[in-house]
C-alpha cells in the first residue's frame, strides 16, 4: 500500500497558501524503457529522454522552487513522468504509434550507450532509418488518452 506524503505547515513561515484540491493533468509524460536495461542504464536513458522534453516543451515545466530560507531551485516538470518497461517489440510499436499520433517524442537508441556527447549522438541516431532504430528508450508527452494508447502493453517500472 502506497502512502500519501503531505507537507507540513511551517506555521508563519509559509509564505503562499497551499490548495488541497487534487491536480489533475489532461496530458501524460510517459517514458517507456526496454526491459533488459542494465539500472545505470534506465536511470542515464531516463534523464536524457525527458530533458527533451523539457527543453523544447515549456508548458510541461512548472515554476522555481524556493525553500522557507529563501534559497531559489530550478523548476521542475509540474506533473508527474510515468517510467514504464517492455519488451522490445513493445517499444517498437510503441514508437510507431506514437509517429502516427504526432505527439511530442523523444528517443535513445543502443548506439548511443557507445557515444560521448551530444554531436556524436545525434550523429548515431541520424544514420539509422527510423524502421531500424534500436530503441532501448521512448518519451512522449501528450494528451492522456493518446500517450495511454502508445505505452498500451507496457508494465510500470518496478
Known amino acids: 500500500m502506497q502512502k500519501t506524503y503531505k507537507t507540513p505547515s511551517y506555521g508563519g513561515r509559509q509564505s503562499r497558501s497551499m490548495s488541497t484540491e487534487p491536480v489533475r493533468f489532461d496530458t501524460k509524460i510517459a517514458v517507456l524503457l526496454r526491459e533488459d536495461l542494465e539500472p545505470w542504464q534506465?536511470?542515464?536513458?531516463?534523464?536524457?529522454?525527458?530533458?527533451?522534453?523539457?527543453?523544447?516543451?515549456?508548458?510541461?515545466?512548472?515554476?522555481?522552487?524556493?525553500?522557507?530560507?529563501?534559497?531559489?531551485?530550478?523548476?521542475m516538470f509540474r506533473q508527474p513522468v510515468?517510467?514504464?518497461?517492455?519488451?522490445?517489440?513493445?517499444?517498437?510499436?510503441?514508437?510507431?504509434k506514437a509517429l502516427g499520433r504526432a505527439l511530442p517524442?523523444?528517443?535513445?537508441?543502443?548506439?548511443?550507450?557507445?557515444?560521448?556527447?551530444?554531436?556524436?549522438?545525434?550523429?548515431?541516431?541520424?544514420?539509422?532509418?527510423?524502421?531500424?532504430?534500436?530503441?532501448?528508450?521512448l518519451a512522449v508527452y501528450g494528451p492522456r488518452n493518446a500517450v495511454d494508447k502508445v505505452v498500451k502493453g507496457a508494465r510500470m517500472h518496478p
Not at 534506465?42 to 515549456?58: D, K, M, Q
Not at 549522438?121 to 534500436?134: I, K
Request: proline share 5%; no cysteine; net charge negative.
Open 42 to 75: 534506465r536511470l542515464n536513458v531516463t534523464a536524457f529522454l525527458v530533458s527533451g522534453l523539457g527543453a523544447t516543451i515549456p508548458e510541461v515545466i512548472g515554476k522555481p522552487y524556493e525553500d522557507a530560507g529563501a534559497v531559489a531551485y530550478l523548476p
Open 82 to 96: 510515468l517510467v514504464f518497461e517492455g519488451t522490445k517489440e513493445l517499444l517498437k510499436g510503441a514508437h510507431e
Open 105 to 137: 517524442r523523444a528517443v535513445f537508441t543502443a548506439d548511443l550507450f557507445s557515444t560521448g556527447n551530444d554531436r556524436d549522438n545525434r550523429a548515431a541516431v541520424r544514420a539509422v532509418p527510423t524502421a531500424e532504430l534500436d530503441l532501448v528508450g
